[in-house]
């Protein structure tokens, strides 16, 4: 579990198919976390298993169902990409909830570049459109790995808008997002659970649903 605070900004220092998908050895570019195999790195928003340590940095394995339904297999080596390590039960949860497990790939449809100190720094995206309803206005989302408040969502056009605050701006990768970008989304826990039950369980043919 993350909670969508990013802590630090890395690259990727090289990546290699494999038999079972794609090896990514990240740079975590200075950042002071030191990792054991077998912990779980947030990466873009997309949780993976560090698999070992390198004199080239990080390797992580990701599989085809990962590079599926994330931007994880567009990424160029040298690109700047989000991290978070997982939280703990003391951990302050500053952010929401985040699994680290991306829901589909959403497109970056416009980016307003105002006074982001005055909320005029938006952006909005096209997510898949299947997750629509789990975005709540007012609500959470998870966009490449940063714990964001829906500002605005449209079911007309499939688009949700968010506001990026100068500290955001700062600290991730987000200010370099352009018209045109993909970018890893993951839906709120809570919201997704609810679209779930009432797509698959609910009787919508009783009386009075």
């Excluded at 740079?27 to 070992?52: E, F, Y």
């Excluded at 990768?173 to 989304?185: F, S």
Aim: aromatic share 2%; charged share 15%.
């Amino acid at each position: 579990m993350f909670t969508g605070l990013v802590q630090h900004t890395g690259r990727i220092a090289a990546k290699s198919p494999t038999r079972a998908g794609v090896r990514i050895v990240l740079d975590p570019a200075g950042w002071t976390h030191q990792p054991s195999p077998g912990d779980s790195i947030c990466i873009a928003g997309v949780c993976l298993t560090l698999v070992t340590l390198e004199s080239a940095g990080w390797a992580f394995d990701a599989i085809p169902e990962t590079l599926s339904k994330t931007t994880l297999g567009d990424l160029a080596v040298g690109a700047a990409v989000n991290l978070e390590h997982a939280a703990t039960p003391t951990t302050l949860l500053g952010g929401h909830v985040v699994q680290g497990h991306i829901d589909g790939v959403g497109v970056v449809t416009s980016v307003q570049r105002g006074d982001a100190s005055a909320g005029g720094w938006r952006v909005q995206v096209r997510p898949p459109a299947d997750l629509m309803p789990a975005m709540i206005p007012k609500g959470s989302v998870c966009l490449d790995g940063v714990s964001l408040t829906l500002a605005t969502v449209d079911p007309a056009t499939g688009t949700i808008e968010v506001a990026l605050i100068p500290e955001t701006l700062a600290r991730t990768t987000l200010r370099d997002l352009r018209e045109g970008d993909r970018i890893n989304v993951e839906a709120d826990a809570m919201a997704k659970a609810v679209v779930h039950v009432m797509r698959h369980y609910l009787d919508h043919s009783a009386p009075g649903s």
